[in-house]
């Protein structure tokens, strides 16, 4: 893995990631957020909005000499992947991540630390880490042939409290997609005995099932970003509650792969749904949201949480919740873009139970 310093999309603190086939952006002066991800030179998948950044301050005292913070106090989209604590809240979930964060590289190089402050209002501390694996279990990143092509990067995202009372929260992980991405919800594995009801569809006041981005098969829900023709039909969102342990998205000819938790017994946000898609005219979020747990409140003098082994922390550490997700990346070229579920069974399923196997 290699490690560059630059600037990007106006950031000034940047990070460029390199391992095998992966590309990632990382950014010291908000977050934690990945600003960019790519199979190799390839478009980034994530999209990024356009901001005016010349709010920002001069160079903080946090990280390090040249950093900067955002000086207002409103949330910002920015785009790429985030973390956020569910149920959604209009003041708890939208605290603006708009500080500088610390960054650590641990482990010989291979894992790579993001931590946020805490946050005044909730008293929540986000940390993310990306680690690479080589898909053989070993995480050296040495791996060749199937090794190479099923490497992958470990997302933790950890949810800390250090407020002085017990909350309530889920890990929210939330991909913001580039345009025309179109997103693949497994709609669950089937049941034992065929009898009962294998999962289950959450839809928010501004779903809209006839919406022709939504595609509803028998197996697969299917959402397409579009910013044209559709100014009418704005903003849309679906979701489900998925035992199948993935979800996906396809954006120029680059399959994302989120391989999830298989266990869906506990999830109570969103009426169960851990997999969800939004959309508008300008973006597409690829969402996998946690269980709803309490989190106690850190013990005082408690020092850091080992995130480097995350092995470690425990799901039951009662204040810490962790929700992992891995990326794996597949360039597709002589593959269409699915239309239906037939085409995901053809020519996507393959490659999850590749994964998977």
């Not at 991800?37 to 990024?48: A, E, P």
């Not at 949810?159 to 709609?187: H, R, Y």
């Amino acid at each position: 893995m290699t490690i560059e310093k630059i600037e990007f999309q106006g950031f000034k603190n940047c990070f460029k990631i390199t391992w095998n086939h992966f590309k990632l952006i990382i950014t010291q002066d908000i977050g934690p957020r990945v600003l960019s991800l790519s199979y190799n030179d390839n478009q980034s998948i994530f999209g990024m909005k356009s901001h005016n950044l010349s709010t920002l301050s001069t160079p903080s005292t946090i990280g390090g000499e040249g950093n900067h913070s955002i000086l207002n106090d409103q949330w910002n989209l920015f785009g790429g992947h985030r973390l956020w604590h569910a149920p959604e809240c209009a003041g708890r979930t939208y605290y603006p991540d708009n500080q500088p964060i610390q960054i650590e590289i641990v482990n010989d190089g291979t894992m790579v630390i993001m931590r946020q402050a805490i946050e005044h209002l909730t008293g929540v501390k986000k940390t993310i880490t990306l680690e690479i694996k080589d898909g053989s279990g070993s995480g050296s990143g040495s791996g060749s042939g199937d090794v190479g092509r099923l490497s992958y990067i470990q997302v933790n995202h950890y949810l800390e409290n250090k407020g002085v009372w017990p909350i309530q929260c889920a890990p929210w992980a939330i991909s913001v997609m580039a345009k025309d991405t179109k997103a693949i919800i497994p709609l669950s594995n089937d049941s034992a005995n065929g009898l009962l009801p294998k999962t289950s569809i959450s839809l928010w006041n501004y779903t809209k099932l006839q919406d022709p981005r939504i595609t509803l098969g028998n197996k697969y829900i299917m959402v397409q970003q579009q910013d044209k023709s559709l100014e009418n039909i704005g903003s849309n969102k679906i979701g489900s509650r998925v035992n199948s342990g993935w979800s996906a998205s396809i954006t120029n000819s680059t399959l994302f792969v989120k391989i999830i938790d298989t266990d869906t017994k506990d999830l109570q946000v969103d009426l169960g749904a851990n997999v969800e898609v939004y959309t508008d005219n300008d973006i597409l979020e690829l969402e996998t949201v946690g269980k709803l747990l309490t989190l106690e409140p850190t013990p005082p003098l408690s020092p850091p949480i080992d995130v480097s082994s995350p092995s470690r922390i425990k799901t039951s550490t009662p204040f810490v919740q962790i929700l992992t997700e891995k990326w794996y990346l597949f360039q597709i070229n002589d593959i269409p873009t699915p239309q239906n579920d037939n085409d995901i069974d053809k020519n996507i399923l393959p490659i999850i139970n590749e994964i998977l196997n």
